[in-house]
C-alpha cells in the first residue's frame, strides 16, 4: 500500500515563495507518475503539475513559469516549488501517485495566500 505524506504548506503573502514535499513509501516509487493537485474552495480538485517516470513534467497553463515540480527517486520524494505565489494559488494541494490500475492519494496539505 503506497502511503504520500506532504508537507510545506502555510500562509504567504502574494509574490511569496512555498516549497511543498511529498515523502512516499510502500511502493516502488521510480515506475509511478507523480503529481500535485489542488482543490480551492468550491472548485473542483485540478492538475497543477506532474512528473512522469522518465523525468518529464507538465503544468496547467496558469503556473507555467512559477512552479517547478521535481523528484528523487532515491528518496522517494517529489517537491513543488512555488514562486511568485497569488491569491488564487490558495487551495488545499494534494500528492498523488498514479500507474496504471493504481492511483494513490495524500491528506493534503493547505496553502494560503494573503496579504
Known amino acids: 500500500q503506497v502511503r504520500l505524506e506532504e508537507s510545506g504548506g502555510g500562509l504567504v503573502e502574494p509574490g511569496g515563495s512555498l516549497r511543498l514535499s511529498c515523502a512516499a513509501s510502500g511502493g516502488l516509487f521510480s515506475i509511478y507518475t507523480m503529481g500535485w493537485y489542488r482543490q480551492a474552495p468550491g472548485k473542483e480538485r485540478e492538475l497543477v503539475a506532474r512528473?512522469?517516470?522518465?523525468?518529464?513534467?507538465n503544468y496547467v497553463d496558469s503556473v507555467k513559469g512559477r512552479f517547478t515540480i521535481s523528484r528523487d527517486n532515491a528518496k522517494t520524494t517529489v517537491w513543488l516549488q512555488m514562486n511568485n505565489l497569488k491569491p488564487d494559488d490558495t487551495g488545499v494541494y494534494y500528492c498523488?501517485?498514479?500507474?496504471?490500475?493504481?492511483?494513490?492519494w495524500g491528506q493534503g496539505t493547505q496553502v494560503t495566500v494573503s496579504s
Open positions: 498523488n501517485a498514479a500507474k496504471v490500475l493504481s492511483v494513490h
Open positions: 512528473i512522469f517516470d522518465n523525468g518529464n513534467t
